[in-house]
Antibody, heavy 119, light 108 residues
Framework: EVQLVESGGGLVKPGGSLRLSCATS????????ISWVRQAPGKGLEWVSS????????YYADSVKGRFTVSRDNAENSVYMEMNGLRAEDTAVYYC????????????WGQGTLVTVSS | EIVMTQSPATLSVSPGERANISCRAS??????LAWYQQKPGQSPRLLIY???TRATGVPARFSGSRSGTEFTLTISSLQTEDSAVYYC??????????FGGGTRADIK
């Protein structure tokens, strides 16, 4: 069974940092790109970042560029997102999702992890 | 950035009736369009990709079509379990991939 499990969310003050993790199982991790998509409370979906299967390519939304960094560990079948300089507008549920290639449809999604940025 | 505009924002349909959800792209996206379903408290689920190809396990009552830059998700006979928010997503011109604002389907 394909599984993606996010963790690392929580309450953080503005300007603070968090590291999200996406642990995967049930598929050949090295064949898939992984994306992060967020959803602010009561709002729609917003793409945040994507990393290619071999970490060759990383992409970011303008809203997070320079503050967020995506990485992956193919030995651990996991993807990470380092989030620095957090702002109130970063408050959202963060989902990781897999795709056969970067910039494609998102086949399977995790259950999400909530990040709350508030003083 | 390609803007995806969904309509209506909300639709209310009786069980067994047909539901159509529209998604218009601000410029051509070819057939690079996917649809997702999100039920309350759940993560999104892929329904359709490449405009009209159903994902694994998706019932045949869900179908997708295209006319130019306008895309339609049709639920041929709405079931109570189809109550959800539906999102379209273009992946033609990226980054960024972009999503529509969502359409809530309520069951009368």
């Amino acid at each position: 069974e394909v599984q993606l499990v996010e963790s690392g969310g929580g309450l953080v003050k503005p300007g603070g940092s968090l590291r999200l993790s996406c642990a995967t199982s049930g598929f050949t991790f090295t064949s898939y790109s992984i994306s992060w998509v967020r959803q602010a409370p009561g709002k729609g979906l917003e793409w945040v970042s994507s990393i290619s299967s071999s970490s060759t390519y990383m992409y970011y939304a303008d809203s997070v560029k320079g503050r967020f960094t995506v990485s992956r560990d193919n030995a651990e079948n996991s993807v990470y997102m380092e989030m620095n300089g957090l702002r109130a507008e970063d408050t959202a549920v963060y989902y990781c999702a897999r795709a056969l290639r970067v910039g494609s449809w998102l086949e399977s999604w995790g259950q999400g992890t909530l990040v709350t940025v508030s003083s | 950035e390609i803007v995806m505009t969904q309509s209506p924002a909300t639709l209310s349909v009786s069980p067994g009736e047909r539901a159509n959800i529209s998604c218009r792209a601000s410029q051509s996206v070819g057939s690079n369009l996917a649809w997702y379903q999100q039920k309350p408290g759940q993560s999104p689920r892929l329904l359709i990709y490449a405009t009209s190809t159903r994902a694994t396990g998706v019932p045949a009552r869900f179908s997708g079509s295209r006319s130019g830059t306008e895309f339609t998700l049709t639920i041929s006979s709405l079931q109570t379990e189809d109550s959800a928010v539906y999102y379209c997503q273009q992946y033609y011109d990226w980054p960024p991939v972009t999503f529509g604002g969502g359409t809530r389907a309520d069951i009368k």
